[in-house]
Every structure is written in structure tokens, then in C-alpha cells.
T-cell receptor, first 115, second 113 residues
């Protein structure tokens, strides 16, 4: 099982619709979870952290299910400007030789909002 | 001004050439990272550094070396570039105070012909 797995999409969604992505992770010891947004040919930027109790930031809601080891991102009332690639990021690598903070990036889900 | 800067932003080089990518940050963060991004493969960690005297290999360090010249500067070198090192390279920083959030530079698009 890949460490962090996402459906690559693309998700083609009409403006104003609600869209949801899921992400699964393999390391049950993972402690921190994030969604990053990456626009085409640009750097990734933190969209929001994901907390155990779930959290909301405006039109965006993130949820964590530790038992099933998945994270979700819900976007309500989608805007054209939401078109981007959304990266699921998890800390706590399964191998001891992993990265500094153990951040593992998913390959991203590509979202296209259509007018 | 951007908090994390990378130079050059674009570079085309030939197989066998030595090339250095530079990263500077004004965030005062201790931790710095180099990643590469390839289509379909996502971000992969090359090297990381917790402070000036600390250098660690990441997932894909072969063919690369780094230097942490100062807290604010972290450079990545390709000693003898090869075509499969063609990729988008990102520098990132973080700090204990920010938790695990990483701040990325704008990227360097490197093409090895």
C-alpha cells in the first residue's frame, strides 16, 4: 500500500457545486495531517491542517478518520479560482530513514471548476 | 519580497555539466529542504537540514549534494547532470514554532539535455 494515496482525477465540477476528495495513508503512527494546494507550475501552499475533531475554514472542511486511515476535504460553493491540484500531506514515515519531519506528500488530486 | 527565494528560476544544461541551485529564506527558520517534483510522481525529498551543521539524505539523494552555508541559505548541486534529473525543484523551510507546516520557494525548472 502506498504511503499516501489520492485519486489523481481530474475532477470536473460545475461552479457552485460541492466537491469532496479523500486521501488514504498507510502509517497508523501518523500524527499530523494537511491539505496543500498547488496551482499549475507554482509552489505548494498550505490550505489547512486537519484536526482529529474535523475543522472548517470558510467553504473548506477537512476531516480525519484515524480508524480507517483516511482524510477528506470538502469544498462547498466551488469557485473558478478553486481550480488547482490538492495535495494530501501526512507526517510520520513508516521507514526510519525518512524525511526530517517525516512529511509524505500524496501525488495530488486535480480539480477543474467549470463555468 | 518573497520569504523563500530560489535561483535560477529556469535552467537548461547539458549532460555532464555541474549545476548549482540556490535557496535563500528570510523567515528565520532553522529547517530547510530540497524536493523534486515530476509529473505523476509527486514531491520527493532529496536532502534536508535542521541547522547549519546538520545535513541529511532524503528519499532520492543519489546524484545530488547540498551545502548549508548559513541559516538562511541551502544550495543543491548536481555534480554531473543527467537527463533524468530534468524536473521541477523546490526548496522549503519550516520551524518547530510552525509545527510541520512547510513554506515553499517558487521552484526551479531544470532541463538536462
Amino acid at each position: 500500500r502506498k504511503e499516501v494515496e489520492q485519486d489523481p482525477g481530474p475532477f470536473n465540477v460545475p461552479e457552485g457545486a460541492t466537491v469532496a476528495f479523500n486521501c488514504t495513508y498507510s502509517n497508523s503512527a501518523s500524527q499530523s495531517f494537511f491539505w496543500y494546494r498547488q496551482d499549475c507550475r507554482k509552489e505548494p501552499k498550505l490550505l489547512m491542517s486537519v484536526y482529529s475533531s474535523g475543522n472548517e475554514d470558510g467553504r473548506f472542511t477537512a476531516q480525519l478518520n484515524r480508524a480507517s486511515q483516511y482524510i477528506s476535504l470538502l469544498i462547498r460553493d466551488s469557485k473558478l479560482s478553486d481550480s488547482a491540484t490538492y495535495l494530501c500531506v501526512v507526517n510520520g514515515r513508516s521507514d526510519s530513514g525518512g524525511g526530517a519531519d517525516g512529511l509524505t506528500f500524496g501525488k495530488g488530486t486535480h480539480l477543474i471548476i467549470q463555468p | 519580497d518573497a520569504d523563500v527565494t530560489q535561483t535560477p528560476r529556469n535552467r537548461i544544461t547539458k549532460t555532464g555539466k555541474r549545476i548549482m541551485l540556490e535557496c535563500s529564506q528570510t523567515k528565520g527558520h532553522d529547517r530547510m529542504y530540497w524536493y523534486r517534483q515530476d509529473p505523476g510522481l509527486g514531491l520527493r525529498l532529496i536532502y534536508y537540514s535542521f541547522d547549519v551543521k546538520d545535513i541529511n539524505k532524503g528519499e532520492i539523494s543519489d546524484g545530488y549534494s547540498v551545502s548549508r552555508q548559513a541559516q538562511a541559505k541551502f544550495s543543491l548541486s548536481l555534480e554531473s547532470a543527467i537527463p533524468n534529473q530534468t524536473a521541477l525543484y523546490f526548496c522549503a523551510t519550516s520551524d518547530e514554532r510552525t509545527g510541520f507546516e512547510q513554506y515553499f520557494g517558487p521552484g526551479t525548472r531544470l532541463t538536462v539535455t
